[in-house]
């Protein structure tokens, strides 16, 4: 078990490019969450899978946001046409659901700066 | 709909000092409750969980209880070391079949402790 992994560690854009993150969770964990997390603020939820079925999103993530998670194994969070308010952690989390709540486990996180 | 208030912080102590961080929460269900810590430059961390009211989550000399009468799980720690400086987030998960086990964080303590 070599926890949960993210790439790149820090991204540097220019305003209006696109950017796509890349997320391995723990394996054989079935559930897949994304969040973003702001200068001296708590994560906020952006969206989840289950497997490779994504479940929810949150209003937070525009239409500019994409995720996926193809064979329910990674997944890739792409922003199209950044812009300076995108500018945040992004971290991933993973957990193996059973019948009581599942714990989520992050990893550390991709910084991303929108110049 | 959910939601987690920390005590303001930053939080500055001595090496060997009594720690609370104080956590109240709101929630429409039967929440888990959780503390996670986040390092510098890293992602979070759990510390420790409870998924039912009287639970006791413990871990590394931190303590929390789930105290469903007053809606709290205040962080608790007998002697604190320097190693502990970092950010500690209360969160909770209350799991419902359209929202998955999202979860839902406080806005962190900054915790320093000096030598």
């Known amino acids: 078990d070599t926890g949960v992994s993210q790439n790149p560690r820090h991204k540097i854009t220019k305003r209006g490019q696109n950017v796509t993150f890349r997320c391995d969770p723990i394996?054989?964990?079935?559930?897949l969450y994304w969040y973003r997390q702001t200068l001296g603020q708590g994560p906020e939820f952006l969206t989840y899978f289950q497997n490779e079925a994504q479940l929810e999103k949150s209003r937070l993530l525009s239409d500019r946001f994409s995720a996926e998670r193809p064979k329910g194994s990674f997944s890739t969070l792409e922003i199209q046409r950044t812009e300076q308010g995108d500018s945040a952690m992004y971290l991933c989390a993973s957990s193996l659901v059973t019948g009581a709540a599942d714990t989520q486990y992050f990893g550390p996180g991709t910084r991303l700066t929108v110049l | 709909g959910n939601s987690v208030t920390q005590m303001e912080g930053p939080v500055t102590l001595s090496e060997e000092a009594f720690l609370t961080i104080n956590c109240t929460y709101t929630?429409?269900?039967?929440?888990?409750l959780f503390w996670y810590v986040q390092y510098p430059g890293e992602g979070l961390q759990l510390l420790l969980k409870a998924t039912k009211a009287d639970d006791k989550g413990s871990n590394k000399g931190f303590e929390a209880t789930y105290r469903k009468e007053t809606t709290s799980f205040h962080l608790e720690k007998g002697s604190v070391q320097v190693s502990d400086s970092a950010v500690y987030f209360c969160a909770l998960s209350d799991r419902q079949e359209t929202s998955g086990s999202r979860l839902t964080f406080g806005e962190g303590t900054q915790l320093t402790v000096n030598p």
């Open positions: 929630a429409t269900g039967y929440p888990s």
């Open positions: 394996s054989e964990h079935n559930r």
